[in-house]
């Protein structure tokens, strides 16, 4: 049982240069995310998907899409990348969605370093 | 608006010592809040959470208080340890609309152990 596994785990890109962020996760969680973490600014939410077939949304969703492949993928997407756009990038999961409606906390992966030069 | 905060961005305490990391939040209606321990190069890490209709709540080594009144969160661990050295994120929980849940981060304290 691996939780949430992301690929790749480093990437530097060129501004301009585009890339998809893999995560899966083996837990049968309904909802899963995207989220960036900065220096002094926490964690913000890019993208969530709460169900499979849906995506959503979040903070800081500009420059970036996403897709729900099935219930166990959720992939991020920089079209064109920019320096703006360096941070660490986070998956998680939780099982909140679909018929459960409870509080859940969310799993979250080991992160994807992105350098954008 | 809404925000999660904690009180101080470094604590250093000895090895065997308790520790206690504070957080406040400010949308008196968050009804769910989790504490996570996120390790250098490493994801965070899931560590306890409380309802609101919960004061307190006891996990291995760690206590999570929750006052309402003031909206102030804190995670208590007891005789902590070496590998307790990590940074430690109080989150609030919100609902969203599509059904799945957002969590508003703090921007974290750094705990440290001294041997």
């Known amino acids: 049982n691996a939780g949430v596994t992301q690929t790749p785990k480093f990437q530097v890109l060129k501004t301009g240069q585009s890339m998809t962020l893999q995560c899966a996760q083996d837990?049968?969680?309904?909802?899963m995310y995207w989220y960036r973490q900065d220096p002094g600014m926490g964690l913000r939410l890019i993208y969530y998907?709460?169900?499979?077939?849906?995506?959503d949304k979040g903070e800081v969703p500009n420059g970036y899409n996403v897709s729900r492949l099935n219930k166990r993928e959720f992939s991020l997407r920089l079209e064109s990348a920019a320096p703006s756009q360096t941070s660490v990038y986070f998956c998680?999961?939780?099982?909140?969605?679909?018929?459960?409606?409870?509080?859940?906390?969310?799993?979250f992966g080991d992160g994807t370093r992105l350098s954008i030069l | 608006g809404e925000s999660v905060g904690l009180h101080l961005p470094t604590l250093s305490v000895q090895e065997g010592d308790n520790s206690i990391i504070n957080c406040a939040y400010s949308?008196?209606?968050?009804?769910?809040f989790i504490w996570y321990k996120q390790e250098s190069g490493k994801g965070p890490q899931f560590i306890i959470d409380?309802?609101?209709?919960?004061d307190k709540r006891q996990g291995q080594r760690v206590t999570v208080l929750l006052n309402k009144t003031v909206k102030h969160l804190s995670l208590q661990i007891a005789a902590t340890q070496p590998g307790d050295s990590a940074v430690y994120f109080c989150?609030?929980?919100?609902?969203?609309?599509?059904?799945?849940?957002?969590?508003?981060f703090g921007t974290g304290t750094q705990l440290k152990v001294e041997l």
């Open positions: 998907s709460a169900s499979e077939g849906t995506t």
């Open positions: 837990m049968n969680h309904n909802s």
């Open positions: 998680a999961s939780s099982l909140r969605g679909g018929r459960y409606r409870g509080n859940q906390p969310q799993h």
């Open positions: 949308n008196s209606a968050s009804d769910y």
């Open positions: 989150a609030e929980n919100h609902i969203l609309t599509g059904g799945g849940n957002k969590l508003t």
């Open positions: 409380i309802r609101s209709n919960m």
